[in-house]
């Protein structure tokens, strides 16, 4: 059977090039880079190379590159290793359970959190941002893009206003890095964290830029590697993956792979609309297909303090679609696709075997029923005309079987 992928926001296979990258460094090159002998220099010549791409890829000092084992750990050293009892903490209810668990942990330390919700659309406003602030107010964090519905936060006017209010800005970049380029002294932020596996890369690495002169405590403490800021031995295979995975990634926005994957996705959407009873999760206003994405930044200049447009255009990551299906149980739709050779997530999230409507959704204000009929379609920076004409292929035949079936109330509130 035709297998298609199109959850590439929950991780993505490596590219031949990153393994080839990499297959050195498990075998013959497998020294350890603390060691002072020929095999620990090769290995050390690796990681400094690895560092220096990624200092390219951030835009930064190769000495504000610490590699870690990815995006959950980034996200809990910006919080854990910046805040103390008595501060204050302002973060978004749309964030990734690396932020929110660690958020309800910090709770039990005297560490207050704000969750500043999203407008409709799923933009956070900065304005709600600056609201959130108290004078005890120490770190900001906020995602890059949506995991969930791919919309790209106005980080540049957070950053801003992190500057004018001399608080620590983190940036879960997780979602945005290989979509969007990164350019960390254009956001101004202190911390962005990124992961390897989800451009290509493999699992278990990321990195995170750590401005220079940023109080942040490390996570893990032992040896002195990287700069005693993350101890233990460096992951050099996967350090040497992950760089390889940025520069093609880089290179991705360049050449106008990432353009064209907008118009593969833009055509998904365009063909499942087409099915009564469905619409975009995150896209406002109503987007005319093919139209290009509005631009990143939203920016109305700085100290901006009026009230944020919300009917403005909404820019979304260029792979992600998250669409509702009215009188449809998601899940049952994530299973009839996957038995039809389709692999995508629905947008719920499942705890302890229950599935709860997606947290991102209900912020939004989507109406539980329709929160657990959304499904997000991600689609890998290799996808093919092919992949999505056999994706509008089987989803609306799909859809109508399963309405037949088992009808669902819409819009009645669960
Ligand atoms: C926005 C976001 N942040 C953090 C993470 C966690 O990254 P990792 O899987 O590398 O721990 C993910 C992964 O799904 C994510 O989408």
């Known amino acids: ?61 190769d000495a504000e590159v610490v590699f870690n084992s990815g995006g959950t750990e980034g996200d809990n ?89 001399g608080i620590f800005f983190h940036i879960d970049g997780v979602q945005g890095a290989g979509k969007i380029e990164l350019d960390v002294r254009r956001i101004g932020c202190h911390l962005l964290s990124i992961s390897a596996h989800k451009m290509h890369g493999p699992k278990g690495i990321g990195a995170m830029f750590v401005r220079r002169g940023t109080p942040v405590e490390p996570l893990l403490v032992g040896g002195s590697h990287e700069r005693r800021q993350r101890a233990g031995t460096e992951n050099v295979a996967g350090i040497v993956g992950l760089a390889k995975a940025a520069e093609l990634a880089a290179h991705s926005l360049d050449d106008g792979t990432i353009d064209r994957l907008a118009i593969l996705r833009d055509r998904l959407e365009a063909g499942i609309l087409e099915i009564p009873g469905t619409g975009v999760n995150g896209a406002y206003p109503p987007r005319t297909v093919g139209a290009p994405e509005p631009a990143l930044s939203l920016s109305k200049g700085p100290s901006h303090l009026g009230t944020w447009d919300t009917t403005a255009p909404v ?4 792979n992600t679609s998250n669409i509702f299906f009215d009188q449809l149980e998601g899940e049952a739709l994530v299973i009839a696709l996957d038995m039809k050779g389709v692999s995508i997530s629905g947008g719920s999230a499942c705890h302890s075997g229950a599935t709860e409507p997606s947290h991102v959704l209900m912020a939004m204000g989507l109406d539980k029923n329709r929160a657990r009929a959304s499904l997000r379609f991600s689609l890998l920076k290799t996808a093919t005309e ?26 009645t509130p669960g």
Request: glycine share 6%; hydrophobic share 45%; with cysteine.
């Open 386 to 411: 092919a992949d999505v004409d056999h994706v509008l292929r089987i989803v609306p035949e799909a859809v109508e079987h399963l309405r037949a079936l088992s009808p669902v109330v819409a819009g």
């Open 77 to 165: 050293t910006a919080i854990f290793g910046l805040l103390h009892p008595g501060d204050h903490f302002v973060t978004t209810s749309i964030e990734h359970s690396a932020i929110l668990e660690a958020a309800k942990r910090l709770a039990r330390h005297g560490i207050e959190t704000t969750f500043v919700a999203p407008l409709p659309s799923g933009l956070i406003d900065p304005v709600d941002i600056r609201r959130a602030i108290r004078p005890e107010t120490r770190l900001i964090s906020v995602m890059l893009a949506n995991n969930e519905t791919g919309v790209i936060q106005p980080v540049e006017e957070i950053g801003r206003i992190a500057g004018e209010t």
């Open 315 to 318: 820019p979304r990551a260029a």
């Open 1 to 61: 059977m035709h297998r298609v992928y199109m959850d590439a926001n929950a991780t993505t296979p490596l590219l031949p090039e990153v393994m080839e990258s990499m297959r050195p460094y498990w075998m013959e090159h497998f020294g350890n880079a603390s060691s002072i002998h020929q095999h620990g220099q090769q290995a050390r010549t690796a990681v400094d190379r690895a560092r220096e791409t990624m200092a390219r890829f951030f835009k930064c000092h």
